[in-house]
């Protein structure tokens, strides 16, 4: 199993960023997915999260700028970001809670490789 993000780039204050991440292997199900940010210096912090039937979760920070969303059918979540501001310059990680059949029943907390977001002028 792999997620794969991209998305990432440099973009001015009040700008918008669409970020992507997609899962594919041997997947049975897919249950929380969410997206997590490691600005320098710092440790890595909660974005957001989505329940497998859709349910939300924002951290405070984020809240009315950034929206979380996903497609079950093509195993993918993604983060809309508008309004950017400096502080959310960061590496974006994609994580997701998924359940494999093979070689047995596991389910594994899985991590994207991280996307590079930079917010400047």
């Known amino acids: 199993v792999q997620l794969q993000a991209s998305g990432g780039g440099l973009v001015q204050p009040g700008g918008s960023l669409r970020l992507s991440c997609a899962a594919s292997?041997?997947?049975?199900?897919?249950?929380?997915m969410g997206w997590y940010r490691q600005a320098p210096g710092k440790q890595r912090e909660l974005v957001a999260l989505i329940a497998s039937e859709g349910t939300t979760n924002h951290a405070d920070s984020v809240k009315g700028r950034f929206t979380i969303s996903r497609d079950n059918a093509k195993n993918t979540v993604a983060l809309q970001m508008n309004s950017l501001k400096p502080e959310d310059t960061g590496v974006y990680y994609c994580?997701?809670?998924?359940?494999?059949?093979?070689?047995?029943?596991?389910?594994?907390?899985?991590w994207g490789q991280g996307t590079l977001v930079t917010v400047s002028s």
């Open positions: 994580n997701a809670h998924i359940t494999t059949m093979t070689p047995r029943w596991n389910v594994m907390a899985y």
């Open positions: 292997g041997s997947i049975s199900s897919i249950n929380v």
